[in-house]
């Protein structure tokens, strides 16, 4: 059997099987057809061997692929040749014995700067007309940037994957309660809080208005066509709306999540409960984010000022 055959059987079989979201199918898909196109056109199953495997990260590593990406990449062969093993498609295991080291490098999370998030809020409500004090429970007068405005709101609130923001309905909303329900990374579903009074005023405005349009899907987030908004347009506009307001970085929807997170850690929320709010499987991912910023550490040791104290006290 060809190598492309078994890897379009393997992602019907994971599809089938196993309770992942659609992104990790296709980065399970895609990293297996980097092995394939390495193995050549036509290549056989029998030719995934120990040395064809190694041979692949030894490659991968000279072509400058970061660490990170290399063991992605693996974990996913490792996957694809336990099932190659299990259906008898292989006659051995070849990672057997084999253990690969990589180095961990872990970036830190990279947030919005305060002044740059007012900035960029600022911007979003003037160019929807919307009042940063006060929203009516009317439609909004400039629904595509309404549109834009709630989907950072939101990421910022309460620290959704753009992924996650698009794909809220209608129906996920509890605006008496003020929660959202989500579906996010495995299909696991958590939920977060409208807690700010104006962003509970935005999505009851924007439902208002949604409404008034006659958007017939029940996607929350419409594009200008009225059809769901995507991920990568939500990321188009966002980058839009860092140059309209004048910032000097590029915003990412990423950037608004690391920056949710940063701030509940630096008021001191414990970090299980961050966890939770996130949607993040492992706390080890969360504790990325107790690695606070230097300014505020330099901030909070300065307000201390230990030094400073004794000497006092001995006068």
């Known amino acids: 059997m060809q190598v492309c055959e078994a890897r379009e059987r393997y992602i019907r079989w994971l599809s089938a099987t196993r309770d992942l979201s659609p992104h990790t199918i296709r980065a399970y898909d895609s990293d297996i057809a980097v092995f394939e196109r390495h193995l050549g056109p036509h290549a056989l199953v029998e030719q995934i061997d120990t040395d064809a495997l190694l041979n692949f990260v030894e490659y991968q590593r000279a072509g400058g692929l970061a660490s990170k990406s290399i063991r992605r990449r693996a974990s996913g062969l490792r996957g694809f040749c336990a099932w190659l093993l299990s259906g008898r498609f292989l006659t051995a295991d070849p990672w057997a014995g084999v253990t690969l080291s990589l180095g961990r490098s872990r970036n830190l999370p990279r947030a919005v700067a305060t002044s740059d998030f007012d900035r960029l809020l600022i911007s979003l409500c003037e160019a929807a007309e919307v009042d940063r004090e006060r929203v009516p429970d009317t439609a909004l007068t400039q629904p595509r940037e309404a ?169």
Request: charged share 20%; proline share 2%.
């Open 147 to 315: 549109t834009t405005l709630i989907a950072v709101a939101l990421m910022v609130a309460t620290g959704l994957r753009v992924s996650e923001v698009v794909s809220v309905r209608c129906g996920d909303i509890d605006l008496l309660g003020r929660n959202l329900r989500v579906i996010g990374k495995g299909l696991r579903e958590r939920q977060v809080f409208l807690t700010n009074d104006w962003i509970s005023s935005l999505a009851t405005a924007y439902l208002t208005t949604r409404s008034a349009l006659g958007v017939d899907h029940d996607r929350l987030l419409f594009n200008s066509n009225r059809a769901p908004l995507t991920p990568a347009a939500m990321r188009s506009r966002l980058a839009k709306a860092s140059a309209d307001a004048g910032l000097q970085c590029r915003v990412t929807p990423h950037m608004l999540r690391h920056t949710a997170a940063t701030q509940l850690i630096e008021a001191g929320v414990d970090i299980r409960f961050v966890q939770r709010l996130l949607g993040h499987a492992s706390l080890s991912t969360t504790e990325l984010y107790t690695h606070v910023s230097d300014h505020s550490l330099r901030r909070m040791v300065s307000g201390a000022d230990v030094l400073g104290k004794s000497f006092a006290r001995d006068n």
